[in-house]
């Protein structure tokens, strides 16, 4: 199809390949809200800001002991309901000047105009999410750390989380968000500098800096307030986000052509019958904190 502004010559550029391009592109750059540290299961169907997925939680039955005279009592399956609201509707809109040199430069999204609309959603998004996760932790002790010990603490307070989790039985699969200035000593420990993947080709995608003891091992800029290290799983924060297309049209407002396009998103702690308690009316009480997530602020102690 070709349009208006377009020559029969070069009219390759499809408006339509920029959504799944964009997720292509825009994934990389998430840490909270990657696919490693909060999973995307309860999507469905997004449309607008105020839509509601409804995430259904199956109670665990109870084993009974089977006797005689007594037989066997029968039990209903029993659902817990949690809404995960989309809350979030982001824009970006962007004036140019020749849509048509714009396009077809940055078909495959990597002009610099691109890229910058690019970081700009995926920071609002992980920053959205890093601040639902750290809310909904479960916080331990702080972690006092000098200079000269700094590796050893940051490592065993990794380990504390471990067990903690370990404690909660929650599942293989975890990771370990910690802040730069975390990282930047954390790496100086033999276990962290000799793992295997890091130095490793693409460990910097979505901020990974190495995996051991369970534990992927991630670092963002993005860090919530008060908060330096995260540990967890992502069956414990859910993610659903949804692109609505781009546009690209005529500027009522100036001689030139627009483009644009609206981030619908929501974030939520995932509650489960096993670790979390139900109230009367079949909901989680959501005021208390997962114990599938865990944090610790670090308190950096300097020489007297």
């Known amino acids: 199809m070709?349009?208006?502004?377009?020559?029969?010559?070069?009219?390759?550029?499809?408006?339509?390949?920029?959504?799944?391009?964009?997720?292509?592109?825009?994934?990389?750059?998430?840490?909270?809200?990657?696919?490693?540290?909060s999973n995307n299961k309860y999507e469905g169907e997004i449309r607008k800001k105020g839509d509601v997925v409804h995430i259904n939680s199956l109670l665990r039955p109870s084993v009974g002991d089977y006797k005689l005279p007594d037989g066997m009592t029968a039990q209903r399956p029993e659902t817990v309901d949690q809404k995960l609201p989309i809350t979030?509707?982001?824009?970006?809109?962007?004036?140019?000047?020749?849509?048509?040199?714009?396009?077809?430069?940055?078909?495959?999204?990597?002009?610099?105009?691109?890229?910058?609309?690019?970081?700009?959603?995926?920071?609002?998004?992980?920053?959205?999410?890093?601040?639902?996760?750290?809310?909904?932790?479960?916080?331990?002790?702080?972690?006092?750390?000098?200079?000269?010990t700094a590796p050893q603490a940051l490592f065993s307070a990794i380990l504390d989380m471990m067990l903690a989790l370990d404690d909660s039985d929650i599942p293989a699969g975890r990771y370990v968000v910690v802040s730069p200035r975390v990282k930047r000593y954390l790496i100086e420990h033999p276990a962290i500098a000799n793992a295997a993947a890091y130095g490793e080709g693409g460990v910097t995608a979505?901020?990974?800096v190495a995996r051991l003891a369970g534990?992927?091992?991630?670092?963002?800029t993005a860090m919530p307030k008060g908060v330096d290290i995260v540990a967890g799983h992502s069956e414990f924060s859910t993610y659903a986000s949804q692109f609505s297309g781009f546009r690209d049209g005529q500027s009522?407002?100036?001689?030139?052509?627009y483009i644009d396009t609206l981030h619908l998103y929501g974030g939520k702690i995932v509650r489960y019958p096993e670790l979390d308690a139900k109230k009367p009316d079949n909901t989680f009480d959501e005021s208390k904190p997962t114990k599938g997530i865990v944090k610790a602020a670090v308190e950096w102690v300097t020489a007297a």
């Not at 534990?215 to 963002?220: A, G, K, Y």
């Open 2 to 37: 070709t349009f208006a502004y377009q020559s029969a010559a070069s009219h390759t550029f499809v408006p339509e390949i920029w959504d799944s391009a964009l997720l292509v592109a825009f994934d990389p750059l998430l840490v909270w809200a990657s696919p490693i540290v």
């Open 88 to 148: 979030e509707a982001k824009y970006l809109q962007v004036l140019i000047e020749d849509a048509e040199r714009i396009q077809l430069a940055s078909g495959n999204l990597n002009s610099p105009i691109n890229q910058q609309m690019i970081r700009s959603l995926a920071r609002e998004a992980d920053t959205f999410m890093g601040d639902i996760i750290a809310k909904g932790a479960t916080a331990l002790a702080n972690v006092k750390v000098a200079a000269a």
């Open 206 to 208: 979505n901020g990974v």
């Open 215 to 220: 534990f992927t091992v991630l670092s963002t």
């Open 252 to 257: 009522e407002k100036y001689r030139a052509d």
